[in-house]
């Protein structure tokens, strides 16, 4: 067996020994690489507290019944040094993953390169599915990757938004890649295995607990080029993703909300601490996108006829009637102009069929 294939197998014991984001097990890989850190998990002797916490697993680890798991779900093991490798997970430092179990058809390290994550409350509002799910489908149709978590709320309005506009979507799980977590999100899993990945740190068939879901939120971090939380109470799972992100420099972005909504207090209060508001996908692209190309257009609001008249002629059109018609006199005396200001003024009024001359004097066109 080459050195390669056995430090896939050392991987794949790991990812079943140990818990992700293990920063002692991540150190014991850059200074020994994985195959030895197998050897010094398995004696009593180089570290007994270690080797406690991860003797049971050891003893009943299978790696070719997990990598058989995963091959049945159509899915595959990717660990650093493969071709589909996110690099930028190596900005975790001790805390990155050892490896990834990958289900999907798209590739992960392509996906990840222009991805943004897109994370909320799980007890979200209508206004905050919406708004997810309308972001998010609006970076896809402009070639970005929208990663989350698979959960209820704001992650699963943002994988169907990305999915109904047929861009690719990365749902980071905290279980194998073949469980439904939670279970009616089963066709989503689906969904998103048959355009987009599946990812997660722990083996198929592994379930989710609540270390898991915290653990993960760094992953959906480090694998995006920014984050945008769209509603968060102050307690909400999306705002430790957000600060994950902060401190491995992404940009952290937040969408305001109503002041009355508890689902929203999370967000105002990253605003406030210096996050970056975002009302649509074109200002969260300039955020994250390539500086000075991937600019959001300014917010503008539609001109009319009116509002490309002169001072002189708003101030004539203000005084005339809508009903009673007036003299050229009325109208200048009205409008504070001289009568000759206001004949040329009505004149030209006339034209752009914003007055008429009628019986009585001049009045407003209906």
Known sequence: MGSLSEDRRARVILSSVAEPGDRRIGRLLAEHGAVATVELLSSANFDPALHARCAARLASADPEADLGRVDAVGGRFVIPGDLEWPSQLGDLGDAAPWALWIRGAADLRMSALRSVAVVGARAATSYGTHVASSIAADLALSGWAVVSGGAFGIDAAAHHGALAAGGVTVAVLACGVDVAYPPRHDSLFERIAADGVLVSEVPPGAVPHRTRFLIRNRLIAALTRGIVVVEAALRSGAL???????????????????????????????????????????????????????????????????????????????????????????????????????????????????????????????
């Open 240 to 366: 430790a993703t957000a600060h994950d992100a902060a401190r491995l420099n992404r940009p952290v972005l937040g969408v305001p909300g109503p002041v009355t909504s508890a689902m929203s207090t999370g967000v105002h209060r990253e605003l406030r601490a210096g996050a970056l508001l975002v009302t649509n996908a074109a200002e969260v692209i300039e955020a994250v996108g390539e500086l000075g190309i991937d600019l959001a257009p300014e917010p503008y609001e539609s001109s009319t006829p009116r509002d490309r008249l002169d001072l002189l002629s708003r101030r004539v059109l203000d005084a005339v009637p809508t009903k009673r018609g007036l003299s050229v006199d009325s109208i200048a005396r009205a409008a504070g102009v001289a009568p000759a200001e206001a004949t040329t003024a009505l004149a030209l009024l006339e034209l752009g069929d914003f007055v008429r001359f009628g019986e009585s004097g001049w009045v407003l066109r209906r």
